[in-house]
């Protein structure tokens, strides 16, 4: 009887495999597809590519500011301008690759450890449509942000949780290189350590906890002493802005029903998957993590949300549906016909195809402040990058400035949107991010000075005092400034100087004649 059992797992073996390979080689391929890099990650890139000049992480040349929110991702960029300055490739290449790993090292654990071949095949195939078919889910494992890191680490602590016997260090391991990579996903994690602390609360089992999280010791104690706080700057500018908690609350709300609203499926059964896997799950780390991930949703929502739809959602998400999955494939014998399996995957497969087939018009698509980034930054696809065999970002003014720099001598300008403009401008212009995510002071300055009272989320803009601006010799407080950097009117440099005095605020909105 044995003998027959192991000769028909065996004789699945092939098939089933071809299946589960199939579904995450056609979902690697529609990340690809859906390949850009957004406009915020060449922020990270001007740091990166700041730092192997010689220049240090940073925006502006000689401002120590920690502008960015993910710092291990950040010199993973770093490394990829070794190879190429072209922030696209680097974006596409890196995303697609983790993306590859994230679900081939997740799925080929899995299979490794189910009971029945079949369970995992079904496992796979329904983590494979769910990552599919959530339109910011595969927008952003290329975008240049680090989701796509964040979910592949996220899957190596998923794994290690559902190990027979989990070792102390890799989990304190796993879970610090996610906050390394994003600070923020502490509060995914936190319950988690809390319940590691006390599973392991022998000697040696405290020390293996705490060697894991040498990653976020080593780099607290760098930002602390290259930047002078752990805290980032980005954090000081976007959180606590809004009048009261309420306000911010219902912000977030509305972050969190928009991203409901345009991908009700992925979510539902997100959700259905966490239920299924805290029903059956009976390990405290594994429930810590569930807690966790309602937790980082709970904060979300507490700071207001963001205007990328879904961005932020990602890590919960994620988590939600590799813990469901994980559940999943370690069930028991699946006592139904191999071809009902096979049925079930064609459909999964082809219900995930119609949605990522499912385009919306750009209307639709920017709601409440609150925008689909990939179709706003068309120009920046690797589609459009293959049919024009370069990347459309107007580099013009760059160039411009770079002339009147050359002729007139150091140049500095203030702008709303900093990514593509700094990274091509980063060895010539300092420029000045009036949402303050770069800039320490700006983003120190009282909410009394916030232009609205409930601003965009991300986008606090404040009234700046015009001298701050003009002691940065910052050209663009003109109007016109831009025609006379064109034709290079080094006048604009003395006309600056005449303000540094000024007890005048500027409102960017309205430049000074």
Request: aromatic share 12%; charged share 15%.
């Amino acid at each position: 009887m044995m003998q027959r059992m192991r000769r028909l797992a065996q004789s699945q073996r092939l098939p089933i495999a071809v299946t589960a390979i199939t579904a995450v080689a056609m979902t690697v391929l529609v990340v690809y597809w859906y390949g850009w890099v957004s406009d915020d990650a060449m922020i990270t890139f001007r740091y990166a590519a700041n730092l192997l000049a010689g220049r240090g992480p940073v925006y502006n040349a000689g401002e120590q500011v920690q502008g960015y929110t993910h710092p291990l991702w950040m010199f993973l960029l770093s490394f990829g301008l070794v190879f190429t300055k072209n922030p696209l490739i680097v974006s596409v290449v890196f995303g697609g690759a983790l993306t590859f790993a994230t679900l081939g090292v997740f799925g080929y654990t899995l299979a490794r450890r189910a009971r029945d071949p079949l369970v995992a095949t079904l496992a796979i195939l329904i983590m494979a449509a769910l990552f599919a078919s959530s339109e910011a889910w595969r927008s952003f494992q290329t975008s240049g942000l680090e989701n796509s890191l964040t979910h592949f680490f996220i899957a190596l602590l998923v794994l290690e949780l559902f190990r027979e016997r989990t070792r102390p260090f890799w989990i304190s391991l796993f879970a610090s290189l996610v906050v390394v990579t994003r600070p923020d996903l502490t509060l995914l994690v936190a319950p988690l350590g809390l319940v590691a602390l006390y599973e392991y609360r022998t000697r040696e089992g405290l020390l293996a906890l705490v060697a894991g999280t040498t990653p976020v010791l080593l780099w607290l104690a760098f930002a602390l002493v290259y930047y002078g706080t752990i805290v980032p700057n980005t954090a000081n500018a976007k959180i606590g802005v809004y009048a009261s908690l309420g306000v911010s609350i219902d912000l977030g709300w509305a972050y969190f029903s928009d991203w409901l609203s345009y991908e009700p499926a992925p979510a539902a059964m997100a959700a259905a998957l966490t239920i299924i896997g805290a029903i059956f799950s009976r390990r405290r780390l594994q429930l810590a993590l569930v807690a966790g991930g309602v937790l980082y949703v709970a904060y979300v929502i507490g700071i207001g949300g963001d205007f990328m739809r879904g961005r932020l959602i990602m890590a919960a998400f994620v988590t939600a549906v590799l813990f469901g999955t994980a559940t999943i494939a370690q069930a028991p014998s699946l006592r139904v016909p191999r071809r009902a399996v096979f049925g079930c995957g064609a459909v999964i497969l082809a219900v995930t195809g119609v949605f990522v087939a499912m385009e919306r018009s750009q209307d639709d698509l920017i709601r409440h402040g609150i925008v689909n980034e990939r179709v706003y930054y068309e120009r920046y696809h690797l589609t459009n990058y293959i049919s024009t065999g370069r990347l459309l970002i107007n580099g013009r003014l760059a160039k411009q400035l770079q002339a009147y720099e050359a002729a007139c001598g150091e140049v500095s300008i203030h702008a709303v949107v900093i990514g593509a403009l700094g990274y091509q401008t980063r060895d010539v212009v300092d420029v000045i991010d009036i949402v303050g995510l770069t800039d320490a002071y700006i983003a120190s300055l009282p909410n009394e000075t916030l232009l609205q009272k409930r601003p965009r989320p991300g986008h606090p803009l404040h009234a700046v005092p015009l001298s701050y601006l003009a002691r940065r010799g910052d050209i663009s407080i003109f109007d016109g400034w831009q025609q006379a950097v064109a034709i290079e009117d080094c006048g604009l440099r003395e006309r600056v100087k005449t303000l540094v005095d000024s007890k005048e605020s500027f409102d960017f909105r309205h430049p000074l004649p």
